[in-house]
Nanobody, 118 residues
């Protein structure tokens, strides 16, 4: 089992910034990829940003240039720096970690709420 715990969500005005953190109880380099997904109320979960073990980053188009995913291997923490936030970024943000053994298993954190509103 893998435990992922997010923090850093909150209420912010449009144009503001937040930085999300996700701490893993396992070394990040055990995972093929780690990242962030979000789900709006009543909607589907969508990929926001991911980073592979080799350091390749991927972003959904709507956050490119505004969000940055990063990781700290010493503290086993995944970050999502969110700038120029928009109302449509409002969602529950979950961190994820993909572990490859016989098959690929994706682990999830419980999520942290981000609300962008004036």
């Amino acid at each position: 089992q893998v435990r992922l715990v997010e923090s850093g969500g909150g209420l912010v005005q449009p144009g503001g910034s937040l930085k999300l953190s996700c701490v893993s109880d396992r070394s990040l380099f055990d995972f093929h990829a780690v990242g962030w997904y979000r789900r709006v109320l009543g909607g589907q979960r969508e990929m926001v940003a991911t980073i592979t073990k080799g350091g390749v980053k991927n972003y959904t188009d709507s956050v490119k240039g505004r969000f940055t995913v990063s990781r700290d291997g010493y503290t086993n923490t995944i970050y999502l720096q969110m700038n120029s936030l928009k109302v449509e970024d409002t969602a529950i943000y979950h961190c994820s970690a993909d572990l490859i053994s016989v098959a690929t298993t994706r682990y999830w954190g419980r999520g942290t709420q981000v609300t962008v509103s004036s």
